[in-house]
């Protein structure tokens, strides 16, 4: 692997996403293990953006758990059942959920009262079943909006 040269932080957020998955694609195409290229992009998200939390839930059908990932951040929930809080929401729907206030949020579950807002994608592979989530907080209310969940997709990608 190369050395990764950090990402501009005066560059605008789209363009920040650009080179991320740019980055990206060249630290998972030499790395065919999904949890050291999942430990990758979210120290490569946590260093980018420098949001609260960043990592994955990992899909578990033995148990119908999310369990505990990679991730960047303070501790965190180690196991989520399917269908709750906003993780387990999308392992059940399929779809990106942005959260502007989990406080407000009747489904949340508070791993850290520091966490205002989030943004969860859910990550397939090859096959189309959900095997992962990938877990973003922010400690800032709003902090997340569709460009976010098109570039955060688009991240998650790669990791087929």
């Known amino acids: ?3 990764i040269t950090p990402i501009d932080s005066t560059a605008n957020k789209s363009q920040q996403y650009q080179l991320l998955i740019k980055q990206a694609e060249a630290i998972i195409s030499s790395e065919s293990d999904l949890i050291a ?3 990758n992009l979210s120290a490569l998200l946590k ?8 990592g994955f839930y990992r899909v578990d059908t033995s148990i119908n758990q999310l369990v505990l990932g990679p991730f960047q ?6 196991r989520i059942d399917y269908g709750k809080g906003v993780c387990g929401e999308v392992w059940a ?8 206030d989990v406080n407000l949020h009747p489904n949340h579950i508070a791993c850290s009262s520091l966490s205002q807002s989030e943004i969860v994608v859910p990550v397939t592979n090859k096959v189309g079943e959900i095997i992962a989530v990938l877990d973003i907080d922010s400690d800032k ?12 997709e688009q ?4 990791l087929k």
Do not use: R, S, Y
Not at 93 to 98: A, C, H, K, L, M
């Open 47 to 54: 260093d980018t953006f420098n949001w609260f939390w960043v």
């Open 73 to 78: 951040g303070p501790l965190a929930c180690t």
């Open 141 to 152: 209310l709003a902090m997340f909006d569709e460009d976010d969940g098109k570039h955060l």
């Open 1 to 3: 692997m190369q050395a």
């Open 93 to 100: 729907t399929g779809e990106t959920q942005i959260v502007d």
């Open 37 to 39: 290229n999942m430990a």
């Open 155 to 158: 991240l998650v990608e790669l």
